[in-house]
């Protein structure tokens, strides 16, 4: 990035390499937020970098909303500002922190709504698996869907059967959630 800011490549890489570091190699709410947060300032210097979402940033509209302007080619980048979004809100609130904040979680819904209509099978299945997680992790009064959570594991994984990050995260947080000893064992045997 010093030789070139707006390295669309770059940018998104250090975007999930932060949110690998945060999810991954730190332990402390402190450390979390600070990886998570510059995962989400490098998706939206990514995304920023696409003219259309740009001009529309400048004029005061949030990522949210600009994101529709947004292109196939910014996806890695959307759902990089979601998963961030996401770990953010998992790792770094509290159960009142939660509460006060679910707005952020509706936020990263209609990013991946946008990331979804441009290409629901983009990266094998990864748009799916986040909508799997999705349903899983909110409560059922305000959207979750456990129903819903299975059928997006399922086609993340008829999408990308061949992915380790599908059967992992269905193994991990599905059957464990929904006490799921079997699909658990073959998941996590697979």
């Known amino acids: 990035l010093q030789h070139d800011a707006g390295n669309y490549h770059a ?69 990089f500002w979601v998963t961030a979004v996401f770990y953010y809100y998992k790792e770094c609130f509290g159960p009142v922190g939660q509460m006060v904040n ?25 748009i799916h698996l986040s909508w799997a997680l999705y349903y899983l992790s909110i409560p059922e009064i305000v959207g979750g869907d456990r129903e819903k959570s299975a059928h997006y594991f399922s086609r993340a994984i008829a999408t990308g059967p061949n992915r380790l990050l599908n059967r992992w995260a269905r193994g991990k947080y599905y059957a464990v959630k929904m006490g799921k000893k079997q699909i658990f064992l073959e998941d996590l045997n697979w």
């Open 102 to 126: 679910f707005h952020w979680i509706n936020r990263a819904k209609k990013v991946l709504t946008a990331a979804e209509a441009l290409d629901p099978d983009w990266g094998g299945g990864i």
């Open 11 to 79: 940018l998104t890489m250090l975007s999930n390499l932060h949110l690998l570091s945060g999810d991954g190699y730190v332990s402390s709410t402190r450390n979390k937020a600070a990886h998570f947060s510059k995962a989400l300032s490098y998706s939206e210097n990514a995304m920023y970098q696409n003219g259309a979402f740009r001009e529309r940033i400048d004029r005061g509209e949030p990522v949210w909303e600009a994101c529709t302007s947004l292109t196939a080619q910014e996806i890695d980048a959307m759902v």
